[in-house]
């Protein structure tokens, strides 16, 4: 169950896949021989939690285990390899003045007779090959203020005290930078010059890794105000571009979904499609990280409309150009932080699937995965159309025995 759970909230594997268009290609045989092509939906990344902050946590960063407990982590990240996961974002790497890493600009929250739970992720994501997206959070707590002068250069001082430690290290991927702003009803001036002073230092430290943020807030923007592309153009002013925008979606508030379902302007295809073509010119990979869809009721009828607004969003997100992935907020009714609503879980409270569960269960492994069984010419070779994404191609070749590869359609 807990690896089902996992598929569905980082439904981004597909989009990593590049599984979001068709393509047509040709796949060399050895024989003439019937070949089935089956698409494989591995999860490939997940965000981690060190610290403990708030109520949400009490699920995916339980008050009873120790946390800091390289042991743990050890654990835990070659679960994730066994699960197919190849990225990892570290939410934080300090909380409330203490650090989960051996910092020398202040104390440590763990054992100093141990290995710091960074370094344990580190060292196992290398072990296993997979890559990290550093945190440069946080200075203060979950709500840094990176209006406070303070703020931002701690931030920025953290991020120098970690490229020293672990800039050379085979798992360091690129950055994480916090920085939660909203883009209702256009992307904040601090926050445009927050991103660029950490994205200017993350180059100067760190030229080949990669940068990602992830504002909020989009089905607040207006997309009509001229501001709105000026302050997505400034993101990449001074050569501080990013290389991945991650966006949040939110509709917490369960009559927002009925007036969906009764039609009204909100989230409508052409909305979605303006919000995306104001991020085209970027040409950056939209990683959808944050996602609320609500059943505005607990019966039958809210059900279903959760359902059914998933099912379109999602077929519609999926058909974006620059989609990579998509990130579902709370798995499970009422697990969410005071004020979230409480029924906008793919599973109810007792763990049983809802029809929001069952309308991406059939998108991914049904509607977005390719089988079929076809022949191969006389040359041996295969031709067919499918989405883009990892294939197993299992075919019988000349003397009778079933032979088996994977390929990837790009």
Same mark, same amino acid.
């Given at each position: 169950? /807990?690896?089902?759970?996992?598929?569905?909230?980082?439904? $981004?594997?597909?989009?990593?896949?590049?599984?979001?268009?068709?393509?047509?290609?040709?796949? $060399?045989?050895?024989?003439?021989?019937?070949?089935?092509?089956? =698409?494989?939906?591995?999860?490939?990344?997940?965000?981690?939690?060190?610290?403990?902050?708030?109520?949400?946590?009490? /699920?995916?960063?339980?008050?009873?285990?120790?946390?800091?407990? +390289?042991?743990?982590?050890?654990?835990?990240?070659?679960? *994730?390899?066994?699960?197919?996961?190849?990225?990892?974002?570290?939410?934080?790497?300090?909380?409330?003045?203490?650090?989960? /890493?051996? &910092? %020398?600009?202040?104390?440590?929250?763990?054992?100093?007779?141990? %290995?710091?739970?960074?370094?344990?992720?580190?060292?196992?994501?290398?072990?296993?090959?997979?890559?990290?997206? *550093?945190?440069?959070?946080?200075?203060?707590?979950?709500?840094?203020?990176? !209006?406070? +002068?303070?703020?931002?250069?701690?931030?920025?001082?953290?991020?120098?005290?970690?490229?020293?430690?672990?800039?050379?290290?085979?798992?360091?991927?690129?950055?994480?930078?916090? #920085?939660?702003?909203?883009?209702?009803?256009?992307?904040?001036?601090?926050?445009?010059?927050?991103?660029?002073?950490?994205?200017?230092?993350? !180059?100067?430290?760190?030229?080949?890794?990669?940068?990602?943020?992830?504002?909020?807030?989009?089905?607040? @923007?207006?997309?009509?105000?001229?501001?709105?592309?000026?302050?997505?153009?400034?993101?990449?002013?001074?050569?501080? =571009?990013?290389?991945?925008?991650?966006?949040?979606?939110?509709?917490?508030?369960?009559?927002?979904?009925?007036?969906?379902?009764?039609?009204?302007?909100?989230?409508?295809?052409?909305? #979605? !499609? =303006?919000?995306?073509?104001?991020?085209?010119?970027?040409?950056?990979?939209?990683?959808? $990280?944050?996602?609320?869809?609500? &059943?505005? @009721?607990?019966?039958? %009828?809210?059900? *279903?409309?959760?359902?059914?607004?998933?099912?379109?969003?999602?077929?519609?997100?999926?058909?974006?150009?620059? *989609?990579?992935?998509?990130?579902?907020?709370? #798995?499970?009714?009422?697990?969410?932080?005071?004020?979230?609503?409480?029924?906008?879980?793919?599973?109810?409270?007792?763990?049983?699937?809802?029809?929001?569960?069952?309308?991406?269960?059939?998108?991914?492994?049904?509607?977005?995965?390719?089988?079929?069984?076809?022949?191969?010419?006389?040359?041996? =070779? #295969?031709?067919?159309?499918?989405?883009?994404?990892?294939?197993?191609?299992?075919?019988?070749?000349? &003397?009778?025995?079933?032979?088996?590869?994977?390929?990837?359609?790009?």
């Amino acid at each position: 169950m /807990y690896r089902r759970i996992c598929s569905l909230l980082l439904l $981004s594997t597909a989009f990593a896949a590049g599984c979001r268009s068709t393509d047509t290609t040709a796949v $060399s045989t050895y024989a003439e021989a019937a070949v089935l092509c089956e =698409k494989v939906l591995p999860v490939t990344g997940t965000f981690l939690n060190l610290a403990y902050q708030d109520v949400r946590n009490k /699920y995916t960063n339980p008050l009873g285990p120790d946390n800091t407990d +390289p042991a743990l982590w050890r654990a835990k990240v070659s679960e *994730m390899k066994k699960m197919g996961m190849e990225y990892l974002v570290l939410m934080a790497v300090a909380n409330e003045g203490q650090s989960y /890493y051996p &910092s %020398k600009l202040m104390p440590w929250v763990y054992n100093p007779a141990l %290995k710091s739970p960074v370094d344990a992720i580190m060292d196992a994501a290398a072990e296993h090959g997979m890559k990290v997206f *550093m945190s440069t959070g946080w200075a203060k707590d979950q709500d840094d203020n990176l !209006r406070d +002068p303070k703020i931002k250069g701690r931030q920025i001082e953290m991020m120098t005290e970690l490229a020293e430690i672990y800039g050379g290290h085979p798992a360091l991927y690129g950055w994480y930078l916090p #920085v939660e702003d909203c883009f209702g009803p256009v992307l904040t001036d601090y926050a445009v010059e927050a991103v660029n002073a950490l994205t200017a230092r993350a !180059r100067e430290l760190t030229p080949h890794a990669k940068i990602m943020i992830s504002p909020y807030g989009i089905f607040n @923007s207006n997309f009509d105000d001229p501001r709105y592309e000026q302050q997505i153009a400034r993101l990449i002013e001074r050569d501080c =571009k990013i290389d991945i925008v991650g966006l949040q979606m939110h509709l917490f508030n369960p009559q927002s979904c009925v007036d969906i379902a009764n039609g009204a302007n909100i989230q409508t295809p052409q909305g #979605v !499609r =303006k919000m995306i073509e104001n991020f085209k010119e970027l040409k950056l990979p939209l990683h959808l $990280s944050e996602i609320t869809i609500t &059943s505005p @009721s607990a019966d039958d %009828k809210g059900y *279903m409309i959760q359902a059914i607004i998933t099912q379109n969003l999602y077929r519609l997100w999926f058909s974006m150009e620059y *989609m990579m992935g998509i990130t579902w907020w709370n #798995v499970v009714d009422n697990c969410g932080a005071k004020g979230e609503p409480s029924t906008s879980g793919l599973f109810f409270r007792d763990m049983r699937e809802k029809p929001v569960y069952h309308a991406m269960n059939n998108l991914i492994n049904n509607e977005w995965t390719t089988r079929l069984t076809i022949k191969a010419d006389k040359q041996g =070779k #295969v031709s067919f159309r499918g989405f883009k994404g990892k294939y197993r191609i299992t075919w019988t070749d000349k &003397s009778g025995h079933e032979q088996s590869m994977e390929y990837n359609l790009e």
